[in-house]
């Protein structure tokens, strides 16, 4: 794996850490193994940069999610860019500084992948907000690209606070702020009494030749 860590998309006050990485699978080794190896080595970098004393050990929940060390959040990303290579990510933050945070990067959709997850992922208003608006900024399928991954960031951020599987059409995207890069977020199911119908979060979006990265984070009040 080659260490690249000048690139992060998001200025982030309370997330005192980040990296990013490119995962080559090694001979022997599945894709799985790499991009898991790397999404350690980028996260166990994370936390040095941000102060983490001693050898950071990222654990593995029964759901795959990181186990960060007590008194630290983060998330880790991974997405294959050809046969053999991944753009691998993470960013960590101290828990006092913030409640949790879900980053994700995805490779533009090909067509045959959009057309079998556009009914699983948008819904009505969704696909309006397209065809009202979007299609003046992109095309269908780096819009179709965002939405996916600005719900997966919105999954990595509340997942670890609710403990709870939800699906994509429990969350809605209802605005793109397209010079802010940000999307308002709504959730459409009650994931936790705190975490209600109505619920409103914003999520961060950045654009970066074929890749899309999103980040959505939970503050303390």
């Known amino acids: 794996m080659k260490s690249s860590q000048n690139y992060f998309p998001f200025s982030l006050e309370n997330a005192v850490g980040h990296s990013y990485c490119s995962a080559t699978r090694e001979a022997g080794s599945t894709k799985r193994q790499a991009e898991f190896a790397a999404g350690r080595f980028c996260a166990a970098q994370a936390l040095q940069k941000a102060g983490f004393s001693g050898t950071p050990i990222i654990g593995t929940r029964s ?51 959009a057309s079998d997850v556009e009914s699983l992922l948008l819904n009505p208003c969704e696909k309006a907000l397209f065809e009202n608006e979007s299609n003046q900024h ?27 599987f939800f699906e994509f059409h429990d969350v809605a995207v209802r605005k793109i702020r397209w010079q802010e890069g940000e999307v308002d977020l709504e959730l459409l199911t009650p994931l936790s009494p705190e975490f209600g119908k109505g619920y409103l979060l914003c999520g ?13 984070e939970v503050a303390h009040e």
């Open 138 to 164: 992109l095309d269908f399928l780096t819009f179709l690209t965002l939405i996916f991954s600005v719900k997966e960031s919105v999954f990595k951020c509340l997942n670890p606070l609710v403990s709870k």
């Open 63 to 113: 759901n795959r999610a990181p186990d960060w060390p007590q008194g630290w959040v983060g998330s880790i990303t991974h997405t294959s860019l050809s046969p053999g290579e991944a753009f691998v990510s993470a960013v960590v933050a101290r828990a006092e500084a913030m409640r949790s945070i879900g980053v994700d990067s995805e490779q533009i959709m090909e067509s045959k992948t």
């Open 204 to 216: 961060r979006f950045a654009l970066n030749g074929r890749l899309v990265h999103t980040l959505v």
